[in-house]
């Protein structure tokens, strides 16, 4: 573990989900292609924090006991997956993927370490993680725990943070966050989204803003307006960046298709929530979410690039 960092990983992060028989395209590890990157151009190794296993307590401050349980049941897992004909292969030679549990939990310690990160450095971020589509009672578009709820309610329970906000920039909406923290003025989320994208039911967001299509020309100027307007409605104590690479037009989901940016375009909208929050001096911590494909590590890249120069690191 690296004493001067303010990155959090584990090659751990990098499941080979072929030996549970799935292909996907989501299985990609963008954490490693980052980190080799910025090796290359630094010509030295980049250290990282590794993290631990999230505990079940802290699962349990926003799953459900009952939900957690099902998670034995590998068949749970292929819905949440959404794994369809040629994406899963049955096979008594694989492992259940009841055994991915604990991978998902690395990932979910890892956003609770960069968190704490956060609030002793200024800035941190968590090479993965973001599941912001988990329900306290079911996990659903390939979230099986929120890592980003269990995070907050974690460091609100511990005494570290009291108000949170939640930026959530990936192209789908942040539902989970959204309703989990619906009635609690203690969190604040704001979701920046395609109204036209998945979830076809949104949630109620403390900010929405669903952008259609014709909308998509001046994303940046709505990224802007939103962030400020959430900063003069709320005062928070440390800030989960939801940074999904899915808005990239290099992005190979089909469902994406409404929002299709360059990679300058997704550089601006990341060093902007970077520096704001720098700016002010509210501590922000930074998942990578929603991204598909074999490019989009790019865009996480320059965003770690630029948090790691504006930290000092």
């Known amino acids: 573990?690296?004493?001067?960092?303010?990155?959090?990983?584990?090659?751990?992060?990098?499941?080979?989900?072929?030996?549970?028989?799935?292909?996907?395209?989501?299985?990609?590890?963008?954490?490693?292609m980052v980190l080799d990157k910025l090796a290359e151009d630094r010509k030295e190794t980049v250290g990282y924090n590794q993290p631990e296993l999230i505990s079940v307590d802290d699962l349990e401050l926003v799953h459900t006991k009952?939900?957690?349980?099902?998670?034995?049941?590998?068949?749970?897992?292929?819905?949440?997956?959404?794994?369809?004909?040629?994406?899963?292969?049955?096979?008594?030679?694989?492992?259940?993927?009841?055994?991915?549990?604990?991978?998902?939990?690395?990932?979910?310690?890892?956003?609770?370490?960069?968190?704490?990160?956060?609030l002793k450095h200024g800035l941190s971020a968590n090479l993965g993680g973001g599941y912001h589509h988990a329900f306290p009672d079911r996990g659903r578009g390939f979230c099986v725990l929120n890592d980003i709820a269990v995070t907050i309610r974690s460091l609100q329970k511990q005494g570290l943070v009291k108000n949170v906000l939640i930026v959530d920039l990936d192209f789908h909406q942040g539902d989970g966050n959204a309703l989990i923290f619906k009635n609690d003025p203690s969190v604040f989320t704001l979701s920046v989204h395609s109204e036209e994208g998945w979830p076809e039911v949104k949630q109620?967001?403390?900010?929405?803003?669903?952008?259609?299509?014709?909308?998509?020309?001046?994303?940046?100027?709505?990224v802007e307006e939103a962030v400020n307007k959430a900063l003069g409605m709320f005062k928070p104590d440390l800030v989960v960046y939801v940074a999904g690479s899915d808005p990239y037009e290099h992005d190979?989901?089909?469902g994406t298709a409404f929002i299709k940016l360059s990679l300058a375009e997704m550089n601006k909208r990341d060093q902007f929530v970077?520096?704001?929050?720098?700016?002010?001096?509210?501590?922000?911590?930074?998942?990578?979410?929603?991204?598909?494909?074999?490019?989009?590590?790019?865009?996480?890249?320059?965003?770690?690039?630029?948090?790691?120069?504006?930290?000092?690191?």
């Open 204 to 222: 109620q967001s403390t900010l929405d803003v669903g952008l259609y299509s014709h909308q998509v020309k001046n994303y940046q100027q709505h």
């Open 252 to 254: 190979v989901l089909a």
């Open 1 to 32: 573990m690296s004493k001067e960092s303010i990155l959090v990983y584990s090659p751990k992060y990098n499941t080979d989900l072929s030996i549970f028989g799935v292909i996907k395209p989501f299985a990609l590890d963008r954490g490693q």
């Open 274 to 313: 970077i520096d704001t929050f720098a700016d002010k001096q509210i501590p922000l911590t930074m998942v990578f979410a929603g991204g598909y494909g074999p490019h989009v590590w790019e865009v996480h890249y320059f965003a770690v690039k630029h948090m790691l120069n504006r930290a000092g690191f």
């Open 66 to 118: 009952q939900y957690l349980a099902t998670l034995k049941d590998s068949d749970v897992w292929k819905e949440i997956f959404e794994l369809r004909h040629k994406e899963f292969f049955a096979s008594e030679k694989n492992l259940p993927l009841s055994d991915l549990f604990d991978d998902i939990r690395l990932k979910c310690g890892g956003t609770l370490l960069s968190a704490k990160l956060a």
